[in-house]
């Protein structure tokens, strides 16, 4: 337990703590591979190849009633994220070579990068709610596995 003084003290350094004065260059970070990012789609995607990916979903789960529509809308959302994973893991592999200055690099150099580990985190976290749409979609349908 913080002592009384100490807790004033804290309360005190907070208040020199405004944050970061310029985001200009971080307010797009959710934005880099697009897993996070709050927009379906994000700079340079098709919106052609968005619906084109949805109706095909939606010709093939059939929703028929307002909960399976939205958890069809989700399953859309996480199969187009999903998407991004190959050109994020392209993306990180270009830029550490890039870094290598013509040099070799080893394909575990790319395995091992933050930016790597972050790319694989995400696409973990999405093949798990998509997981969880499906086996959510399946049991309104009334359909065990």
Known sequence: MV?????LANKQNSLK???PG????????????????????????SEEDYE?????VRDELHPETVIQSEITGQI???????RRVPIAEQWV????????????????????SPSFDNI??????IRKQLFNLMTAYSMLRGETQ
Request: glycine share 10%.
């Open 3 to 7: 002592s009384f003084i100490q807790h």
């Open 17 to 19: 703590s405004t944050g």
């Open 22 to 45: 310029d985001t200009s260059k971080t307010r797009l970070n959710s934005q880099k591979f697009g897993f996070t990012a709050q927009a379906v789609l994000i700079k340079g995607e």
């Open 52 to 56: 084109t990916l949805a109706e095909g």
């Open 76 to 82: 859309i959302h996480c199969l187009w994220r999903l």
């Open 93 to 112: 592999g270009d830029t550490v070579s890039g870094l290598s200055n013509g040099v070799y690099i080893k394909w575990t150099e790319i395995f091992q």
């Open 120 to 125: 694989l985190r995400h696409e973990i976290k």
